[in-house]
């Protein structure tokens, strides 16, 4: 298809030591769509142009379907659908959306009730774009409906139930990782070696770039464009969670898109969390649990697991990281 480019590649055991490992029309190639109401991002090398363009465009359509069934802005979407009928009667799921389920309320026991997906209970009252917060007496009456306890699996059934009325579902703080691990399957699938792919704050990285490391900045809460901090990765996970992403501000508040499980209200004392793993479910999933846990709670929970680190910028932008990135 490219014979130029294949002549030069046969000529390449010949010239071989300017060139030992890629053939020479091998690339970069990348795209940016605004999916999942965020930024996606797909960056990987390839040495076939077409099949490295179709599997940028797999990743696309990957991301779109997710966002048609998980997206709490779409009324057709499983997760509305879950949310308008659970109180009344089992609704059957998918399998893919049942295990995202399972693994979130595994992620509530893990996070002592910090990451909960029913904070929409009292979540969907709040709207960033419009600047509306809710009424004390309207987030009284919704913050018992808040418990990951009401939610109820089938696992036979593949069915969701609740178990009072008034309780709401919202994935936002686990289907960005969700989709960035099934995008990073399918490239692998397709036999690509190095890539990223990145939905927003959420980041998964195979291979290096090319013998080094990427290096992947940590921006300032405070300040777009300028970073506090670079950390080199291959073949991790990174995910971000920042009171900087959908906010506004009201009497001298910041209200912003992470919620506390106990009361209703956006977390004080953090402006963002970034934590290094493996997997991007579990990374996405964690960077806003340690957004609400806080500094010290938080912190002491990522020195327990193994293989994760964090850095953490606090309500004064003051810096912490864990042990093994000190090390580092
Ligand atoms: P992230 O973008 O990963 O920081 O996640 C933030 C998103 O997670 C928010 O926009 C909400 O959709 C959702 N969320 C907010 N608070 C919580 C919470 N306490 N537990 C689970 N999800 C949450
Ligand atoms: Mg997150």
Known sequence: MYPLRHVAAVALPVI??????????????????????????????????????????????????????????????????INRNAAQKPVTISSELFDLIARSLQMSELTGGAFDITYASAGQLYDFHRKIKPSEHALAKALPAINY?????????????????????????????????????LLQARAIKQAIVSAGGDSRIIGDHRGRPWVVGIRDPRQEGKVVAALPLSDAAVSTSGDYERYFEANGMRYHHIINPTNGRPVNGVRS??????????????????????VEKGMALVERLTNV??????????????????RR
């Open 309 to 326: 680190e964090a850095v953490i910028v606090d309500a004064n932008g003051k810096m912490y990281y864990s042990a093994g990135l000190e």
């Open 149 to 185: 306890h009401h939610i109820l699996l089938d696992r036979k059934r593949s069915s969701i139930k609740f178990s009072q009325i008034g309780v709401r579902i919202d994935l936002g703080g686990i289907a960005k990782g969700h989709a960035v691990d099934r995008s990073i399957a």
């Open 16 to 81: 071989g030591l300017l060139a030992p490992t890629s053939p020479a029309w091998a690339e970069w190639l990348s795209d940016q769509q605004t999916i999942m109401g965020t930024v996606v991002r797909v960056e990987l090398w390839s040495d076939d142009q077409p099949a490295g363009k179709a599997a940028i465009a797999a990743v696309m359509e990957e991301m779109r379907r997710i966002d048609r069934t998980m997206s709490t802005y779409k009324q057709d979407s499983d997760v509305s659908l």
């Open 273 to 294: 969390v970034t934590v290094l793993g493996s997997d991007s479910t579990t990374m996405d999933a964690l960077s806003t649990s340690v957004f609400v846990m806080g």
